[in-house]
């Protein structure tokens, strides 16, 4: 007789993926969170704004969870889906308030899946977001055996007078860096074709220790900077790097002069480039170079904010200024 689980999928492993995370997933939970795991939706409260608006995003992990898949280490890639949600509304000064994930695989591994939410877990409690909802997609046919996406959703919320949308960004602003921990998760078909050797030593460790380090968080340290100094703009650097991502957010008629000698690039981005003779602006317009996340304050505001930015653990430092140009960008 034809059953479910003899066409590849196994609801059993399914209760028991859930069994191993609901306690995680319920810790990351506030008084704001009015219902738990098993509803057909999640609900949460607002709570103290005066008048909010919401913002959200969406975005996965990448190229980066093949690597993640290929040495069986699993605990890093759900930070990473956390983080390149959070830190994109962050750009516009809102705070994750829940977070949903979208887990899809060709038969799942409850310890797999749990060690992945583990990751979201750890980053929602980082940033004190709330981890609410999620959908674990046993998809055979779709997905090979062993393999795995992961995807996820940030809401958060941001008082509307106290949205960040680069409109106050002016002619003699300045640009500062907040250093990345790595590639986070962009580029990562390029790498893989690059280092094609995950087992290899790099500075004392397999390779894949450091491919694998999770993409930063910001958030607490941009709510510090934002305590103490006007943030005029504010930029993730993801795929297409510094190139792409400044002039998101940059006012028409204005564009940023950007010193590359000022930038700190992590030796592994060196290397990479090395190895495959990568052109310069291959790099800048693939990687974020060392670069996670850019912040443009007024000019008077620039020893205060590297002071905040550092008092909050950030490596932080000026890459460049903003000037009237009809170019948006450019790397001197």
């Known amino acids: 007789m034809s059953t479910y689980k003899a066409a590849g999928v196994d609801k059993e492993e399914g209760y028991q993926t859930v069994h191993k995370i609901k306690d995680d997933v319920a810790s990351t939970h506030t008084k704001n969170v009015l219902n738990g ?4 939706g999640a609900f949460y409260e607002l709570g103290d704004y005066k008048n909010p608006v919401l913002v959200s995003g969406t975005d996965g992990v990448g190229t980066k969870l093949r ?3 290929d040495v069986q280490k699993y605990d890093t890639v759900g930070i990473d889906c956390f983080a390149m949600c959070a830190n994109d509304i962050l750009c516009h000064g809102a705070k994750p308030l829940f977070f949903l994930d979208y887990l899809a ?3 799942l591994d409850s310890d797999v899946a749990a060690e992945i939410v583990s990751g979201i877990v750890k980053a929602c409690k980082e940033t004190s977001c709330a981890l609410i909802g999620g959908e674990t997609a046993e998809m055979p046919g779709m997905y090979q055996i062993g393999d ?19 409109q106050k960004i002016k002619e003699g602003d300045v640009v500062l860096a907040l250093a990345s921990s790595g590639f986070h998760s962009n580029g990562f078909s390029l790498v893989r074709k690059v280092f ?3 087992q290899e030593e790099w500075e004392g460790k397999p390779l894949y220790e450091t491919l694998l380090i999770p993409t930063k968080l910001y958030q ?12 005029n703009g504010i930029a993730h650097i993801t795929g297409g790097g510094l190139i792409e991502n400044i002039p998101r957010i940059l006012p028409k008629g204005l564009g940023v002069e950007i010193h590359k000698s000022s930038i700190k690039t992590p ?35 620039e020893a205060k904010a590297l002071q905040a930015l550092e008092a909050a653990g950030e490596n ?17």
């Open 267 to 301: 030796k592994i981005m060196q290397e990479l480039q090395k190895r495959a003779g990568i052109a310069e602006e291959e790099m800048f317009g693939t990687f974020n170079m060392g670069v996670g996340m850019v912040v443009i304050v007024s000019k008077d505001k």
């Open 105 to 107: 695989c060709g038969k």
């Open 148 to 166: 795995y996406d992961v995807a996820g959703f940030c809401v958060g919320a941001v008082e509307k007078d106290e949205i960040i949308d680069g």
């Open 316 to 332: 932080a430092y000026k890459i460049g200024f903003v000037k009237s140009s009809e170019r948006e960008i450019v790397l001197e």
């Open 37 to 40: 795991i098993g509803s057909f």
């Open 220 to 231: 607490n340290a941009i709510d510090e900077l934002r305590k103490q100094v006007c943030v």
């Open 67 to 69: 690597i993640a898949l």
């Open 196 to 198: 094609t050797n995950l």
